[in-house]
Nanobody
Framework: QVQLVESGGGLVQAGDSLTLTCTASGRTFVSYAMSWFRRAPGEERKFVAGINWNGDTTLYEDSVKGRFTISRDNAKNTVYLRMNALKPEDTAVYYC?????????????????WGQGTQVTVSS
């Protein structure tokens, strides 16, 4: 069992930056690919960024490429999402997810564990 706790969300203005943090319980964090998803009001949950077990493979949704950076610190059981140049359309609840695999994938249905989410609101 893995428990994920997100933090770092908030209300910011367009162009600002935020860093989301997801901390996992358990001793096997290195066994999991980790990803961030988001759900905007009235929309389905969508993949944002993912990272494989050792950090040498990352995936990004097209609209965040060049603005968002995912990283992980296995010694701290933590994954980060650095978000720069935020836009109002980035407003959503952001979820951290863990997949018991050395590979990172985009499909939400593949993930084994989810956090409760953290709200990010970007004003124009």
């Amino acid at each position: 069992q893995v428990q994920l706790v997100e933090s770092g969300g908030g209300l910011v203005q367009a162009g600002d930056s935020l860093t989301l943090t997801c901390t996992a319980s358990g001793r096997t964090f290195v066994s999991y690919a980790m990803s961030w998803f988001r759900r905007a009001p009235g929309e389905e949950r969508k993949f944002v960024a993912g990272i494989n077990w050792n950090g040498d493979t990352t995936l990004y949704e097209d609209s965040v490429k060049g603005r968002f950076t995912i990283s992980r610190d296995n010694a701290k059981n933590t994954v980060y999402l650095r978000m720069n140049a935020l836009k109002p359309e980035d407003t959503a609840v952001y979820y951290c997810a863990a997949l018991l695999s050395i590979y990172v994938v985009r499909g939400a249905d593949d993930y084994d564990y989810w956090g409760q989410g953290t709200q990010v609101t970007v004003s124009s």
